[in-house]
């Protein structure tokens, strides 16, 4: 979503705030001149320490400025200026001084491939980042739930108060049978892969208030293995039921109308 802000944990003996992180597109080479990605609010991250661990700092890069699923290359700054010779000799201020690769990020997105109408057959399809460079795994552990919106469901993977580590299925999932608990579904992909795993045939009932149909957002959490494991669980994005429509509107007694 590109309403949540981006967050990171780097774990180490030793590391400092003053290091700090930034992302490529997945095509470029950490070090390259210009190779920042404007994907995100910030070039390069703001790294604070966790009070609890001096060897845990936390980065942000801000909220991606689009909403498209993506692969980005995470490029590590240990305190290093490439060139002293500038007048701003800061260091982890510039793309040269990003020089070591330290892993990939994924951005990703849930299009159900119909429109996501009460009681008919929809498909749930992850965009695990990029189609070449998919962040999920070909597996038949892999699970998902759709769950109530909450903000503590934007919370990250790492983060204990995270929403879907406990969040319950929600009340109007119908078919296929899923979840018994937050942590035990049992919905195993129709199509497992590493960019695109789908579960194919969802199924909601109506949910209805004030004697219309209400419109619901949900949220999607994922989990790539170990699902009995609460810590498993995250978020990866969230999508809307909408409401069957029966044309014309409204109805005008005595005249002809094609439906």
Known sequence: SSDIECR????????????????????????????FSDAFNRSYSMATQNPLDSG?????LGAKRNTGYATYKVCYCPGFAEDNSRDNNDPCTVPEDFVQLSGLLYATRVIPLHIVYP???????VHCGAEEVGGCVASN???????????ANDRPVYDESSGCRTAPQILSY????????????KFTPTVPSIATPTWS??????????HAQKL?????????????????WFKVDTISTSAIKVLPDPFVAGSLMDL
């Not at 009681?119 to 399809?125: G, K």
């Open 201 to 210: 045939g969802v199924r909601l009932h109506t949910t209805i208030e004030n």
């Open 141 to 151: 552990e892999m699970r998902f739930k759709l769950v109530d919106v909450a903000q």
């Open 8 to 35: 990171s944990l780097i774990t180490g003996l030793g590391i400092k705030t003053s290091w700090l992180l930034a992302v490529v597109d997945l095509h470029e080479t950490c070090g390259d001149v210009g190779s």
């Open 174 to 185: 119908f078919l296929p049978p899923n979840c018994l608990g937050p942590s035990n579904c």
């Open 216 to 232: 619901l957002p949900i949220d999607v959490c994922l989990c790539l293995g170990g699902c009995s494991l609460q810590e498993s």
């Open 56 to 60: 845990q700092i936390f980065h942000t």
């Open 119 to 125: 009681m008919i057959r929809f498909d749930i399809v």
